[in-house]
């Protein structure tokens, strides 16, 4: 059975079994809706039917802070949100925060060793999707590194479609946001984790927190992680921190510190040669770097937060932050056949030293206008940020290395060595302000307005000339209705501009400085609704993204780049969600979209050839997500999740197709008490061979095979 048949095969059955559920088990229906409140309180965080109950499958009436700063729920915004709890990521036992935010509706994970990536809407990479955590935006290059476990996350929102209207350039994809856990003010908490794997894998996990006094409370967490890795010399390691301190100095203020700390090294593989455009499966384990290879991220990350609430309906919040950060590489990169032998290029040894230190305000208003219920915010922030960075390019150095008996050997240098080549600094400073205006107790205006004015500054070591000072001035702004025609339906339709930088500014080079951010428009309309008593959520959208001022080469001359292309999607995006039992609950939810170059040339050789109808590179056209959740008996809990992802291409000619995968993950969870349990992962049960990313046109990364966990957890 193909890929696609098994994909229609068990979406139609879990459709047919989920129809024959609602209609065959409405006595048992009515009795979750009527246990519902007898369990409402109920502190078993594991219990996925327990909290479907609370906020609902889909998690539609739980605030999303990603898609608006005035406190609103998805049901209330006109935008297309997710809320991915940490009962989710535990349950399917995700290890990354973008493997968890890849399970909303059209998210693709296109992560690798050099990066995080999120797809999403046709639009890829990390200028396109955003990352955020606790709703702050760092300025980063091609990583991010908080939170560097989920560990640390209270949950995970994700915001579908452009995103710069709350955070500036770039997210015209979308946003995730990780909320981080709280302080517990009310009772002492605490949570132990340990787990052992294939490969090697071991991993440590704890977190306490609670009040002291009246007044204080507290939350610290610390994770570590290692594994050998499912290929040649695949080591990782990963020790993160995040640690809150909460103070009620008042009881119309309450101030936040807290601070995290991110020391990693992770698996440097870039992938598996092909061999005439295919996969070469004997020596895909292999891996081909050095043995001196690197790869190792250390950030901090302090906040202060203040809250304050000085009059009925007005509150006022004041982050103030300090980032600093340290990257290293040193890799053989490239790897391509060359007869019988391996070409080992792409020899680079980056060092980078970051620091950012910024304050935002937001002030939030509850009142009434012309009669009418009306909420504002209004607010504006500062950041300023530097990068150092050393390299060792130019280096056009390579060796051949026998593929099946090779010796890695060390890191060729060029010609120049490694050297400090330029400082960055970037300052950047925003006003921004929503509106959520009741035209009636059914009717609602949603409107967003924000101004950026970033100023980056390039200081060379090596040549004074290449030295710049640019601004990349840019107005996002959203309006959208939301219609009730019931407390359980929500209607919305939304109109948004937004700005997606070329490249992150703190790389950017004296000819990217030339070019504007590129520009974008976002149409979507939608529908949101619960049922049976909220045991139950759907919700479903289309939109059509155009995004123009793309980089495309000049028709006068090829070798010059010019910024007039043209690129767009539209699609289709469901969700739906049922607590069919007290005991059985199904999330699903798919999209299909049409991704297009409009206006894209590609130099090939010396020629100007149009890549125009052609998909972007590394979008899949259609997805999808299935999940299932059983508590046959009381302490056992099973968990399955199916995850599929079209095809994709790793060139703009469309002549490099990256195939159509489907994952299936399993847990079975054995709770030995209240509050101790041991719980039986398994991820890519059927041990596909998938393609997660690819690091050229001709070197596939490749997806964890089968591997299982297993996992000690114990609340207290």
């Known amino acids: 059975m193909n890929t696609r048949s098994l994909l229609s095969g068990l979406i139609a059955s879990g459709a047919s079994f989920c129809m024959l559920g609602m209609s065959a088990t409405s006595a048992q229906a009515q009795e979750a809706a009527e246990t519902a409140p007898e369990n409402a309180n109920n502190t078993d965080a594991g219990n996925i039917v327990v909290t479907a109950r609370k906020a609902g499958v889909l998690q539609l009436g739980q605030q999303a802070d990603a898609s608006s700063r005035l406190g609103l729920t998805p049901m209330q915004t006109p935008a297309s949100v997710d809320v991915i709890t940490r009962e989710m990521i535990r349950s399917l036992g995700d290890r990354t925060v973008v493997a968890a935010a890849a399970r909303a509706p059209g998210l693709i994970n296109n992560s690798s060793a050099f990066g995080y990536s999120l797809s999403s809407r046709g639009f890829t990479g990390y200028t396109s999707v955003m990352q955020l955590y606790d709703g702050m935006r760092v300025y980063t290059t091609t990583t991010q590194t908080f939170p560097a476990d989920p560990w640390m996350a209270e949950r995970i929102e994700v915001l579908r479609g452009a995103a710069s209207v709350l955070y500036g350039e770039g997210g015209i994809g979308g946003a995730i946001n990780v909320v981080r856990k709280k302080p517990n003010t009310e009772q002492f908490e605490g949570e132990v984790r340990l787990s052992g794997g294939s490969f090697d894998t071991y991993a440590a996990a704890g977190g306490i927190g609670g009040p002291i006094g009246d007044r204080l409370s507290y939350r610290v967490d610390l994770s570590y992680n290692r594994s050998d890795g499912w290929m040649e010399r695949g080591q990782s390691r990963s020790l993160a921190l995040s640690a809150a301190l909460r103070w009620q100095a008042r009881d119309d203020l309450v101030l936040t510190l807290t601070h995290d700390r991110a020391d990693l090294d992770p698996t440097i593989w870039y992938g598996t040669p092909l061999r005439d455009g295919k996969l070469v499966r004997e020596i895909r384990k292999k891996n081909y770097n050095i043995a001196d290879r690197s790869l190792r991220f250390d950030d901090a990350w302090t906040q202060a937060k203040a809250e304050w609430t000085p009059a009925e309906g007005v509150t006022i919040t004041n982050v103030a932050y300090y980032l600093t950060g340290f990257k290293h590489w040193r890799n053989a990169e490239g790897y391509a056949w060359s007869g019988d032998q391996i070409r080992r290029s792409s020899y680079l040894e980056i060092v980078y030293k970051t620091k950012q230190w910024g304050d935002r305000f937001n002030a939030v208003f509850d009142h009434t206008l012309l009669g009418m219920d009306h909420r504002l915010s209004l607010g504006g922030e500062y950041n300023t940020g530097s990068l150092l960075r050393t390299d060792s390019s130019p280096n056009s150095r390579f060796d051949l290395v026998d593929p099946y008996d090779y010796t890695p050997g060390t890191f060729l240098d060029g010609t120049f060595g490694t050297r ?297």
């Open 420 to 716: 400090y080549k330029y400082k960055t600094d970037v300052q950047q400073w925003a006003l921004f302000g929503e509106s959520r205006l009741s035209l009636s107790d059914r009717l609602s205006l949603v409107t967003g307005l924000r101004y950026d004015r970033p100023k980056t500054e390039r200081h060379d070591a090596l040549d004074p000339a290449a030295d710049y000072t640019a601004r990349y001035p840019s107005t996002s702004w959203r309006t959208g209705l939301v219609y009730n025609p019931s407390d359980t339906i929500s209607l919305y339709a939304q109109y948004s501009a937004a700005a997606d930088p070329v490249t992150a500014f703190l790389t950017a080079t004296l000819a990217q400085t030339t070019f504007d951010v590129s520009t974008g428009r976002q149409w979507e309309a939608g529908v949101k609704a619960t049922f049976l008593d909220g045991r139950g959520e759907f919700t479903l959208s289309g939109y059509r993204i155009v995004k123009k001022k793309i980089l495309t080469r000049s028709a006068n001359d090829p070798t010059v780049s010019v910024q007039v292309g043209q690129q767009s999607s539209y699609g289709v995006e469901a969700s739906f969600g049922l607590a069919v039992t007290k005991d059985f609950s199904v999330l699903a939810n798919g999209t299909i979209l049409n991704a297009r170059y409009d206006d894209f040339d590609e130099l090939v050789g010396t020629a100007l050839v149009s890549r125009d109808g052609n998909m972007p590179i590394g979008v899949a056209e259609k997805a999808a997500n299935l999940w299932l959740s059983w508590r046959p008996v009381q302490p056992l809990h099973l968990d399955a999740g199916l995850r599929y992802v079209g095809k994709r291409y790793s060139d703009a000619a469309n002549t490099r197709r990256i195939p159509a995968y489907t994952l299936v993950d399993a847990s079975a969870r054995y709770d030995l008490a209240e509050k101790t349990s041991v719980t039986l992962n398994l991820r890519n049960v059927f041990d596909r061979i998938y393609v997660q990313n690819s690091y050229s046109t001709s070197q596939w990364v490749l997806g964890e095979p089968r591997s299982v966990a297993v996992t000690f957890e114990q609340r207290f």
